[in-house]
C-alpha cells in the first residue's frame, strides 16, 4: 500500500501517526545550508516539537565559538613551553628568545596587549623606546663598573630584536587565525657585517699558524672549514661518529652550555665527508691525547675541556683571534665565520644542492645569505659574458683555470657523504 505524504512547512505525513521531520539553518563558516532530515513515529504535535528542539541543536551546533583572548605575554610562555615539549624548538634557541623577550618586550605596554588588538603603531612605538634605550656594554660586572660608557644598540641589534617579536606575533596570530599587524611594519633596516668569513688568500696562513701554535685546534678548524659546522656540532663531536672506512663524519648531537643535546639545529642528523687531510690531523690529535692520558678520551670527545667535559663557551674565539693577527688579516673572524667560508668555498666548486647538504642549510636562501661574492667572481663572470658575445671558449677557460683551486675542497656533482652512503659502524681514527 502506497504512502501517503501530507506535508507541513518541514514535516511530511508519511502515515497514520509517522511523519518525517526536515530542519535546514545555514552554516555561517561555509554560507551554505545543513540539513536534518529524520522519521519519526509520533503525532502532529510531538513532530512539531521534535523539529523545535532539533532546529535549536542544529543551530547551537553551528555556532562559531570565538577563541578565549590571550595577551601576548601569556601566549609566549605557553608558546616556548609547547615547541620545546615537542622538541620543535632548541633549548639554545628558547633561552635566546626568553632573554631578548624578558628584557626588552616584557618590560614594554606591548606585552600588556591582547594579540588580536596590537596594531602596527604599537609595534612601531615599541622600536623607537627601543631605540632610545641605552645600555653600558659588558656583562656581568663589567657592565656595573664605573665609567662605563652608555650607548644605545646598534641598528643590527635592534633588527635581531624586532626579529624576535616579530616571529612570537606571527605564532600567534597564525594559530588565532588573525591578521599579523607586523605586515604593516617597515622592517628596521642594520648594517650588515660581509667580512665574516677568510677568503682564498688568508687561509692557508691561518690554518699554518693554528697547526703551529694550537695542534689541539687545527682539526676542528681544518673540518670546520671544509665542512662549515656550527659551533655546537663541531664541539660534540664524539670518536664514534667517524667513520673512516666510509669516509664519513655522522653529525647527530649538538652542545648547549656544556651539555649534549640529541639533535642537531635542525632536528635532523647529516653526513659531512671526512677528507684524509682531516683524517691524519684527527690522527695525531688522538695519538697527542693518548700520549697526555686525556681525561675526554674515556668520554669518547674528540674536542673536550682540560676536565674532559663538553665546553661551555667557544675557546676557538681567542685561538682564531691570534691567527687572523699573526696572518694580518685585519678583521675579526668568529668561529662561526668558519662556517661562512666553507659555504663561500663549497658553492664556487659544487652546486647548490651539494653545498646545502654538507653545510646543513634548511633553504637555498640560507644558503645565499652565507654567499660572499667578490670582486674576482664578478670580473670572472663578466669575463664570461664577454667570450659568449665573442662566440668563443678562450676567455672562460682562462678565468676558469685562475679561479679553480689546485685541489677541490669537494667534489663537483656530488656530495661525498652521499655517494658513499651512511655509516656502518664507527672506526676508530
Known amino acids: ?193 660581509d667580512d665574516n668569513y677568510l677568503t682564498g688568500d688568508e687561509l692557508p696562513k691561518v690554518l699554518a699558524f693554528v697547526e703551529r701554535s694550537s695542534p689541539a685546534w687545527y682539526p676542528a678548524v681544518l673540518l670546520d672549514v671544509l665542512t662549515g659546522l656550527r659551533w655546537g656540532e663541531l664541539s660534540a663531536l664524539r670518536w664514534d661518529d667517524i667513520d673512516d672506512a666510509q669516509g664519513v663524519i655522522r653529525v647527530s648531537r649538538g652542545n648547549y652550555k656544556g651539555e649534549p643535546i640529541g639533535s642537531t639545529k635542525t632536528g635532523k642528523a647529516k653526513l659531512v665527508p671526512l677528507l684524509p687531510a682531516v683524517a691524519d690531523a684527527l690522527r695525531a690529535h688522538r695519538l697527542r691525547m693518548m700520549a697526555a692520558q686525556h681525561p675526554g678520551l674515556h668520554a669518547g670527545w674528540i674536542f673536550p675541556t682540560e676536565a674532559g667535559t663538553l665546553h661551555k663557551g667557544s675557546p676557538l674565539r681567542r685561538v682564531l683571534d691570534a691567527a687572523c693577527a699573526a696572518a694580518s688579516v685585519g678583521r675579526r673572524v668568529t668561529p662561526h665565520g668558519l662556517r661562512h667560508t666553507a659555504n663561500d668555498l663549497l658553492r664556487r666548486v659544487a652546486s647548490a644542492e651539494v653545498t646545502r647538504a654538507i653545510v646543513g642549510h634548511a633553504t637555498a636562501q640560507m644558503t645565499h645569505h652565507y654567499s660572499h661574492v667578490d670582486e674576482a667572481e664578478k670580473r670572472a663572470a663578466a669575463a664570461r659574458v664577454l667570450d659568449v658575445v665573442r ?30 652512503g651512511s655509516s656502518r659502524g664507527a672506526a676508530r681514527i
Open 391 to 420: 662566440g668563443g671558449k678562450r676567455v672562460e677557460k682562462r678565468v676558469a683555470s685562475h679561479l679553480a683551486p689546485s685541489e677541490p675542497l669537494a667534489p663537483e656533482t656530488e656530495n661525498p657523504a652521499e655517494a658513499r
Open 1 to 193: 500500500m502506497a504512502r501517503t505524504r501530507t506535508k507541513y512547512r518541514g514535516i511530511v505525513q508519511v502515515a497514520r501517526n509517522h511523519h518525517e521531520i526536515r530542519v535546514r539553518a545555514i552554516c555561517p563558516r561555509t554560507g551554505r545550508p545543513k540539513e536534518v532530515r529524520r522519521e519519526e513515529t509520533c503525532s502532529l504535535t510531538e513532530a512539531r516539537a521534535l523539529q523545535q528542539k532539533w532546529r535549536e541543536e542544529l543551530e547551537q551546533s553551528l555556532v562559531l565559538v570565538a577563541a578565549p583572548r590571550i595577551r601576548l605575554r601569556d601566549f609566549v610562555e605557553s608558546w616556548l613551553r609547547g615547541r620545546i615539549d615537542a622538541g620543535r624548538l632548541k633549548p639554545s634557541s628558547a633561552d635566546k628568545i626568553a632573554v631578548v623577550f624578558d628584557l626588552h618586550i616584557a618590560t614594554a605596554v606591548i606585552a600588556d596587549l591582547y594579540v588580536d588588538a596590537i596594531m602596527p603603531d604599537d609595534i612601531d612605538q615599541w622600536l623607537e623606546a627601543l631605540r632610545r634605550k641605552r645600555y653600558a656594554p659588558g656583562k656581568g660586572a663589567a657592565a656595573k663598573r664605573k665609567g662605563a660608557k652608555v650607548r644605545g644598540y646598534s641598528s643590527t641589534t635592534i633588527r635581531g630584536y624586532y626579529g624576535v617579536l616579530r616571529t612570537i606575533i606571527t605564532a600567534a596570530t597564525t594559530k588565532g587565525r588573525l591578521p599579523n599587524p607586523c605586515d604593516g611594519v617597515e622592517t628596521p633596516s642594520a648594517t650588515s657585517r
